[in-house]
């Protein structure tokens, strides 16, 4: 473990002398342009994406006691309008700007581990998925590729409906989100640089007017458009992109920043704040903000709403603490932080497939150390894909070809994903899963006719009307009570009495059924009040004589 922590923190320096992360607000050297900052690699923004990533990552798989752990998207969310903020400001004021550059080094950073989590994806559902099942996948495969997984989702169900466990993809509405945003940032920045006085003014007006859509949809109790809709999420990146600005620039060019009084000085323009007490006070409020979210707030609150407001303002003042505040020096910036930092992204992508595929077979939730099991494993596999996928290909040269080819590879995993989709779920690679598949949809009650020779027939029971009967009569009976489902075993029975028609001549099947009726005795629905009447009836035929055995099914 020593050595591998000792490699984590080699590569964590190599990344920072090659591509420069973000500011250092509270140690910031301003350069001849202008007053902005140069742009330093700061250890304690990975040690708090390991936080925003295990508060996710627990609450997947440990939902009960880690409550309100989804809000580590938000933590995420405000770290990367910081650090991509600060590097469009950089990069504006020195006149290196390039959208190209900008798009191969995002091409680069994301395409790589989600491409290999899709393909992934798509090869665990042809064996465990059924067609239905695997039809879907294909269509969030291909949205997840052309990151509009979020909008797709949209149209499906909220985040926290019982549905939403059984999507493997569910997770990857956020990079939607976040690439959604990046699509038309730059070019909102390079429109509005050259107005000085107008960028603060800009990104005040986005964080305030998407802060209040998201306050106004908080309320309107769609779930599915508070949590995968762009417009209530924009904020967040937003005031990560305001963090970078008033930390970049130690000589604020707006007039608007440099009047703002000494206390709202210090805590939203970083690089005024040299103070350590007041950076040491910001990083422990801000820490405690976020734990507060983490582990209070829950899906019942109308989220995000009011209450993201914890998680987002948690994040800013810990970040516009800087890398000297102690908490961010000694418990954000350790080794082990730092290491799971450094593979939060990949072990983001890795851990809710696992978690959901495992639901999808057992049916259920897993189970404590199932769920432990599986996050282990991620975290191998996200440890695997950081070092043998992401690293080679977003660090070094040829950037312009491994973007070109990443775009490829992308392109490959959108077809395939649409593919699967509009192809039904690949029917044909279980035929056996079909015919179960089949008989989910089977409801006939039937017609009067002979089949293989045998009397089959609608009609009355011992006065329980509607009954099917296949068989030969005054035979041994086997009786099935239920509700509507029931039916859907007649294409079953019938396939069995044509596959075994010497034993069919001493038995009778008869099925009886009543839509929406609990199979029990003594048991009143007051939405249907014929079940009373039915049961009593059909629990008096199931001990005629000639019953010899009894079945009920039902949707319990």
Known sequence: MEFLLARFNAQAQRRAQEVPQTASPSDVRASSLGGVAHLDYRPDIDGLRAIAVLSVVAFHAFPAVVRGGFVGVDVFFVISGYLISGILFTSLERKRFSFLQFYARRIRRIFPALALVLFACLAAGWFLLFSNEYARLGKHVAGSAGFVANLVLWNESGYFDKAAATKPLLHIWSLGI??????????????????????????????????????????????????????????????????????????????????????????????????????????????????????????????????????????????????????????????????????????????????????????????????????????????????????????????????????????????????????????????????????????????????????????????????????????????????????????????YAEQHRAQMEHNLFVVVGLGACLTLPDITNPASPACAEFMDKAIAAAHLPSVKTVGFAALW
């Open 178 to 495: 976040e690439e959604q945003f990046y699509f038309v940032w730059p070019f909102l920045l390079y429109i509005i640089w050259k107005r000085r006085f107008w960028t603060p003014v800009v990104l005040a007006g986005i964080f305030i007017a998407t802060f209040w859509i998201n306050i106004y949809t908080a309320g309107s109790g769609n779930t599915a458009a508070d949590y995968y809709s762009p417009l209530t999420r924009f904020w967040e990146l937003a005031a990560g992109a305001l963090l970078a600005y008033f930390s970049l620039y130690k000589i604020a060019p707006n007039p608007l920043i440099t009047k703002l009084p000494a206390p709202a000085a210090r805590v939203f323009a970083a690089a005024a704040a040299p103070d350590p007490f007041i950076n040491n006070l910001k990083a422990m409020a801000g820490l405690i903000a976020v734990l507060l979210a983490v582990f209070l707030v829950d899906e019942a609150g109308g989220y995000p709403g009011w209450w993201a407001l914890l998680p987002v303002g948690g994040t800013y003042l810990m970040l516009s603490a800087g890398p000297k505040a102690w908490l961010n020096k000694r418990i954000l910036a350790n080794r082990l932080m730092v290491a799971v930092g450094l593979i939060s992204y990949p072990l983001y992508l890795w851990h809710w497939p696992l978690l959901s595929f495992m639901r999808i077979v057992d049916g259920k939730a897993p189970a404590a150390p199932a769920a432990a099991l599986a996050i282990l494993l991620s975290v191998v596999l996200a440890w695997g894909t950081y070092i043998l996928i992401e690293k080679p290909i977003r660090w070094g040269g040829s950037g312009a070809i491994k973007a070109l080819f990443l775009i490829a590879v992308m392109g490959v995993m959108a077809d395939a994903g649409y593919y699967v989709y509009i192809s039904k779920g690949v029917p044909s690679r279980n035929p056996a899963a079909e015919d179960l598949m089949a008989a989910q949809k089977d409801i006939d009650i039937g017609e009067t006719r002979v089949v293989a020779g045998l009397q089959e027939r609608a009609g009355t029971y011992h006065g329980l009307d509607g009954a099917m009967m296949i068989g030969t009569p005054g035979t041994d009976e086997t009786l099935l009570i239920g509700d509507s489902t029931m039916y859907q075993y007649i294409p079953r029975v019938r396939q």
